[in-house]
């Protein structure tokens, strides 16, 4: 009876041993999984890519626009469109062909050519957009291609069993800028409402900088669980990026 009792100790010590040095499973690493001259399109989590086109501009070069894409049981949804027709072209053949996804939604986050400057080729794909009600206003007074369905503060829509939404806090980078939050994965787009780390304030043009701070802090509040945060530009990050962006345009 001794001899088994030692031989089952044995073996629940050996189990015990072997089960203590599983690996742990590894977070996410992001892979570039497309790219071209004119786009580039980074997996960020399980269900998420980021989309990153390019704008030539007279004050800071070629800049380089990310976009978010969210997918989930066959469907996905995009925020921005790439910056011209030709990369969105890109973009939504991608999503076809690789991801075998249908494209429910494009959400241009404001009025500007790096979040809408490919919604024509989201329209000729019979694609449906959505935005704010502001950037629908300031997009025909500018004669740009016009989202076709409107919202009022916040838009919830969703991408097979997971939702998406969109909200307005505030005005910062312009007076219609939303920000997008895909709860499933804990990931937001904040486009050029949010800053990169180390970036300066970039073009003020249609800003309202005194407000800026306060509209982020409203963001930072309504999110405390977010866990990647994608700028309209540069690279993506964490919590950080709020902070630092409510820092930058404080009143000091």
């Keep these: 009876m001794k001899i088994v009792v030692k031989s089952l100790l044995l073996l629940l010590i050996v189990a015990g041993s072997i089960g203590c040095n599983i690996p742990k499973k590894d977070t996410f690493k992001p892979k570039e999984v497309y790219k071209s001259e004119n786009l580039t399109i980074t997996q960020i989590s399980e269900n998420a890519y980021q989309h990153t086109s390019y704008l030539q501009t007279n004050d800071f070069g070629k800049v380089p626009c990310n976009g978010l894409i969210v997918k989930n049981n066959k469907e996905t949804a995009i925020f921005d469109t790439p910056t011209n027709d030709t990369s969105a072209l890109a973009l939504i053949t991608w999503v ?19 979040c809408l400057g490919g919604l024509k080729a989201f329209h000729q794909n019979n694609i449906p957009s959505y935005a704010y009600f502001k950037t629908i206003a300031f997009a025909k007074e500018n004669n740009f291609a016009i989202p076709q369905n409107s919202f009022l503060d916040s838009l919830s829509l969703k991408v097979g069993k997971e939702k998406i939404t969109a909200k307005f806090f505030g005005e910062g980078h312009t007076k219609d800028n939303v920000i997008g939050y895909f709860a499933s994965d804990n990931i937001m787009f904040g486009g050029c409402l949010i800053k990169e780390l180390d970036a300066t304030k970039g073009y003020l043009g ?6 800026w701070s306060n ?38």
């Design 206 to 211: 249609d800003a309202n900088v005194a407000a």
């Design 215 to 252: 509209t982020v802090e409203k963001v930072k509040n309504a999110y405390p669980n977010v866990k990647i945060i994608i700028p309209g530009h540069g690279n993506y990050g964490d919590k950080k990026l709020l902070d630092y962006t409510i820092n930058l345009f404080k009143n000091k």
């Design 96 to 114: 076809k062909n690789v991801l075998h996804c249908k494209i429910i939604a494009v959400i241009p986050t404001h009025f500007h050519d790096d």
